[in-house]
Nanobody
Framework: QVQLVESGGGLVQAGGSLRLSCSIS????????SGWYRQTPGKERELVAR???????TYADSVKGRFTVSRNDAENTMWLQMNDLKPEDTAVYYC??????????????WGQGTQVTVSS
């Protein structure tokens, strides 16, 4: 059973930074794409950033240039560095292992989520 545990969320002022961490159990992490998603009430969960092993990353347009995703396969850990945060970045952030088909997520595993709140 794969488990993902996020940490690092919190309250920050606009323009500030936060770094989210995700610790992943199991021995398949190094073989799988992983991602950070976020969700606000009433909206669908959206992809923020995805990273393919060893280090190829893609980003949502809304966070390009501000967020950086990284991973360490030896430590089974993934991070999301978030800079120049904006109030619209406020959401619950989830880390995930992604099962992909044609670039679309068709399943995988989720963490429990961590709240990020950006005040104006």
């Amino acid at each position: 059973q794969v488990q993902l545990v996020e940490s690092g969320g919190g309250l920050v002022q606009a323009g500030g930074s936060l770094r989210l961490s995700c610790s992943i159990s199991g021995d398949t992490f190094k073989l799988r794409a992983s991602g950070w998603y976020r969700q606000t009430p009433g909206k669908e969960r959206e992809l923020v950033a995805r990273i393919f092993p060893p280090a190829t990353a893609t980003y949502a347009d809304s966070v390009k240039g501000r967020f950086t995703v990284s991973r360490n396969d030896a430590e089974n850990t993934m991070w999301l560095q978030m800079n120049d945060l904006k109030p619209e970045d406020t959401a619950v952030y989830y880390c995930a292992l992604d099962n992909l088909l044609g670039g679309r997520r068709i399943g995988g595993d989720w963490g429990q989520g961590t709240q990020v709140t950006v005040s104006s």
